[in-house]
């Protein structure tokens, strides 16, 4: 039987495939046994719409290739139905950056800044719910 002297390793790294995904809020509707009268349940406060974008990472990726790296609108549209499937229309293009800057989360801007690291904007213009990282407070 041979002996194995050693070890050969080869690494593969690849992005798995990413695709959107939809939840669904329902809000029950019921008769009062009184009067027959109609009440309905509410949506989390976030759900203010039929249909609507969240704010997690799809809004993060069209604010990042809207502001950072600056993609028209046609071209932005046609990287998201090129890379995850999603069309949208040059409004909605339009409109997430202007609602979702605001509203980053502390994962997401930290995620953003990672990806180059130049996304971050003047001081005076961070959102409030966005603290400090770690990288911001070292000297």
């Not at 990413?18 to 027959?36: S, T, V």
Request: include cysteine.
């Amino acid at each position: 039987m041979a002996t194995v002297l050693n070890f050969e390793a080869h690494q593969v790294f690849d992005i798995p495939p990413i695709k959107i995904e939809a939840a669904e809020h329902r809000a029950q509707i019921k008769a009062r046994p009184c009067c027959q009268g109609r009440n309905k349940a509410a949506f989390p406060e976030h759900v203010n719409q039929p249909v609507q974008y969240g704010t997690g990472w799809l809004t993060c990726v069209v604010t990042y290739l809207s502001q950072n790296q600056v993609l028209p609108y046609a071209r932005l549209k046609e990287a998201m139905a090129d890379l995850f499937l999603v069309h949208l229309s040059e409004g909605t293009v339009n409109k997430i950056p202007r609602l979702r800057w605001p509203t980053l989360t502390k994962a997401a801007f930290e995620w953003v800044n990672s990806c180059s690291g130049c996304m971050r904007p003047p001081p005076s213009t961070l959102p409030t719910t966005v603290g400090t990282s770690s990288a911001d407070t070292k000297r």
